[in-house]
């Protein structure tokens, strides 16, 4: 008996140095990030990322506050880059995936097991006076070199992982700064017409004097009102999309309500268009395009991990048999493999280089995509900088003038109130076509640059 208790012990201290150095021998590299290199749009703004160690809330740090006055576009741009929750969202997936490196390193655990035989059956084997105990453990043996395929499929996917990130970032910071200029035009727009209802006031002022004085007809005081009433309700309905463009600003940092009181820029700093040309070589910062390279290793990295599970692997096991008739003891082993005669993971290995095939067609897509785009934008903005140069140097001088000259005609009687009218209109109506040239203008700037990954003036660029 005390030989027994011997056997058992060693038994049991050898099945803990098998399950020790089992866990013992899987410390795969994990210390590190594969965020993805970022664009120089935006390189210098700091965004968030999220804390290794996982908490029940996962709410961006709040280290920029909204400003309560005037809001300027770079402090948009840090706002949103780091309190946005949809951004956030996407950094969670960097450490996922860094989790899936983890997890793909680790060798299988070894199986215990207890076995009872020859107990509760007939003759000499009623009861358990027959029974044979086996203590075992087992051991699954990876073989093709399967471990490391699956650490370098779930590489790849980590830093695909970060490609998204970083196509996410210059996507709201895209959002941001289109946000910001369809404010900063609406600002100027309303400006504008809290200006024309000023003019128009005036206007309604001196027809009814001329009115009173009987200088000139009741009914182009009728037709003042109609055009003050015309203003005015132009002017509400720009503060009603003022206030709604405020709001879809402000929820790029997450507030649903703004606190800023209004935006600061220059809607007319314009700069030359540069070549078409030029913008296409730069288009090697887009993340669209930069990504494929890690897609590519990616999908070849699936490839090495399907064909490394079409070799079998080997199960070793081995135990200690006590039997209880005889009272003696014994040792066993065994070694099990299976046998690939039929399942060879064949279709999983067809679908992965299927799938490394389809990426050269996706990515030559991408690009094409990419750069029309990109085209479409440079068309854009060529066509917004012609318009606002000729707004600029022509129509609105002329405009203005026809203005002054018309209002000091009918103030000496020389001309009657349509003519006033129509030349307050056409003023406006061209000082309001300026505003949205420059703001398509800007918009398709910050496209282009959506586009190249970089500030489109970049100091090649530059005289």
């Known amino acids: 008996m005390k030989q027994t208790t011997i056997r058992s012990v060693l038994v049991l201290a050898g099945v803990g140095l098998v399950a020790g150095f089992s866990g013992c021998a899987t410390k795969p590299a994990t210390e590190f990030e594969a965020w993805a290199e970022p664009r120089p749009l935006g390189k210098e703004l700091v965004t968030f990322r999220p804390p290794r160690a996982a908490t029940n809330t996962s709410t961006p740090p709040r280290t920029i506050e909204e400003p309560t006055g005037g809001l300027t576009l770079r402090q948009a741009l840090a706002l949103a880059l780091v309190r946005n929750p949809d951004l956030a969202a996407f950094s969670w997936d960097v450490r996922i995936g860094e989790t899936r490196i983890l997890q793909a390193g680790l060798r299988p655990n070894p199986e215990a097991g207890v076995e009872v035989e020859d107990v509760l059956g007939t003759g000499d084997f009623q009861g358990v006076r027959e029974a044979q105990t086996t203590l075992a453990l087992s051991q699954l043996i990876e073989l093709g070199g399967k471990r490391t395929a699956r650490v370098n499929a779930a590489r790849f996917s980590r830093d695909l992982a970060g490609w998204d990130y970083e196509k996410r970032r210059i996507e709201l910071f895209t959002q941001t700064a289109e946000a910001f200029v369809e404010v900063l035009n609406l600002?100027?727009?309303?400006?504008?017409?809290?200006?024309?209802?000023?003019?128009?006031?005036?206007?309604?002022?001196?027809?009814?004097?001329?009115?009173?004085?009987?200088?000139?007809?009741?009914?182009?005081?009728?037709?003042?009102?109609?055009?003050?009433?015309?203003?005015?309700?132009?002017?509400?309905?720009?503060?009603?999309?003022?206030?709604?463009?405020?709001?879809?600003?402000?929820?790029?940092?997450?507030?649903?309500?703004?606190?800023?009181?209004?935006?600061?820029?220059?809607?007319?700093?314009?700069?030359?268009?540069?070549?078409?040309?030029?913008?296409?070589?730069?288009?090697?910062?887009?993340?669209?395009?930069?990504?494929?390279?890690?897609?590519?290793?990616?999908?070849?990295?699936?490839?090495?991990?399907?064909?490394?599970?079409?070799?079998?692997?080997?199960?070793?096991?081995?135990?200690?048999?006590?039997?209880?008739?005889?009272?003696?003891?014994?040792?066993?082993?065994g070694v099990s493999i299976p046998l690939p005669f039929f399942n060879k993971n064949q279709g999983n290995i067809k679908e992965a280089e299927y799938q490394l095939a389809k990426a050269g067609d996706e990515q030559r897509a991408t690009e094409l995509r990419v750069k029309t785009s990109l085209g479409q934008a440079w068309q854009r903005l060529a066509a917004a900088a012609a318009e606002v140069a000729a707004l600029k140097g022509q129509v609105l001088p002329g405009a203005q003038q026809s203005f002054d000259t018309v209002s000091q005609y009918y103030t000496e009687g020389r001309l009657g109130y349509l003519e006033v009218l129509d030349a307050q209109r056409t003023l406006f109506a061209s000082r309001s076509q300026y505003f949205r040239a420059l703001s398509d203008y800007h918009q398709a700037v910050i496209a282009i640059e959506r586009l190249i990954g970089e500030p489109l003036v970049s100091p090649a660029d530059q005289p």
Do not use: H, M
């Open 187 to 333: 600002q100027q727009r309303l400006a504008l017409a809290e200006e024309t209802v000023g003019l128009a006031e005036k206007a309604v002022e001196a027809v009814n004097k001329r009115v009173e004085a009987a200088r000139t007809f009741a009914v182009e005081g009728t037709k003042a009102q109609v055009a003050l009433a015309s203003v005015q309700i132009e002017r509400d309905q720009t503060q009603r999309a003022l206030e709604a463009a405020r709001q879809r600003l402000a929820s790029n940092w997450g507030n649903s309500q703004p606190r800023f009181e209004r935006v600061e820029g220059n809607l007319e700093s314009t700069k030359s268009v540069p070549d078409l040309e030029r913008l296409l070589e730069r288009l090697r910062q887009n993340p669209d395009i930069a990504r494929w390279a890690t897609e590519i290793s990616q999908r070849e990295a699936n490839v090495k991990l399907e064909k490394s599970r079409r070799v079998p692997d080997v199960t070793v096991g081995g135990g200690y048999r006590r039997l209880s008739g005889p009272e003696d003891n014994a040792f066993v082993a």
